[in-house]
């Protein structure tokens, strides 16, 4: 076996343990991006794919962030709150004994850099075109000041660059007013939602709420995950025709560095 197939078969096995306890607590979630392309369109992982993520509408999110923190296997897991436990607005569930290196990786624990899952959050959206562009303008500057705060390295010149531009933000009132265009529609009803948290662009990041009302069960290798009910409509406009193969050339894995599995 080799290391990426090992790699995808323990990142299955916390995924599993995500999916019983979410079963478990009546929260739902769904597979996110490349995560809903691996089950659709090969039953399992992309052949090349490094990592897994779902993501979960903000009440779901918030109860799992509630009761994950208090009651996710700790002897097994770290539980790393975004904002909290490490520098992005969303969280990760970690195996302990491991370790994943990454391209760009932030500066946190070295024992805390196991193998993970992605816990994505889809946040309420502007109900207005000019409102939705406005609101994913603040989000990135947001997201930007939070890697800089907290020590994030990146060989990219695009990115120190909006980095840089986005350090306005150590004024407060810069601040409060960044987050609070990005969160000002929580809790209400706009008719969109937004995958504000995940690194996905504009126009595509934002979806009929309609969308993440309903999901259903698929196979993904030797079980099955939540996946939006309209799954085709979701990965069309994330992906464009998700089902054909990119070229041979872009059929690599995005993130890994260098792994050690421990006892698993």
Not at 157 to 165: G, H, S
């Amino acid at each position: 076996m080799n290391d990426l197939r090992h790699l995808q078969l323990v990142i299955l096995s916390i995924a599993k343990d995500i999916d019983a306890f979410c079963t478990a607590n009546n929260i739902q979630y769904s597979l996110n991006g490349g995560s809903a392309i691996g089950a659709i369109r090969h039953q399992g992982f992309i052949p090349w794919d490094d990592d897994f993520d779902l993501q979960m509408t903000a009440d779901n999110y918030r109860r799992f962030v509630e009761l994950a923190r208090k009651e996710f296997n700790n002897e097994k897991y770290y539980f790393e709150e975004g904002l909290k436990d490490w520098p992005l607005d969303f969280c990760k569930i970690k195996l302990k004994g491991t370790v994943f290196g990454e391209k760009e990786e932030y500066a946190g624990k070295d024992n805390m850099r196991g193998i993970f899952v992605d816990i994505f959050r889809v946040d309420r959206a502007a109900p207005t075109t000019c409102g939705r562009l406005f609101q994913y303008a603040c989000c990135k500057a947001r997201s930007a000041y939070l890697l800089k705060q907290r020590g994030y390295k990146s060989a990219s010149f695009p990115k120190k660059l909006v980095m840089f531009i986005a350090s306005l933000q150590k004024i407060a009132i810069v601040r409060k007013f960044i987050n609070h265009q990005v969160f000002k529609y929580d809790g209400k009803e706009t008719g969109y939602v937004g995958l504000l948290s995940d690194n996905t662009h504009y126009p595509n990041c934002f979806f009929h709420e309609n969308i993440f009302k309903e999901t259903t069960k698929v196979k993904f290798e030797d079980t099955k995950f939540s996946i939006l009910k309209d799954y085709d409509a979701y990965l069309k406009q994330l992906f464009g025709n998700y089902m054909q193969l990119p070229p041979e050339n872009e059929r690599r894995n995005p993130h890994l560095t260098n792994v050690d599995f421990g006892k698993y």
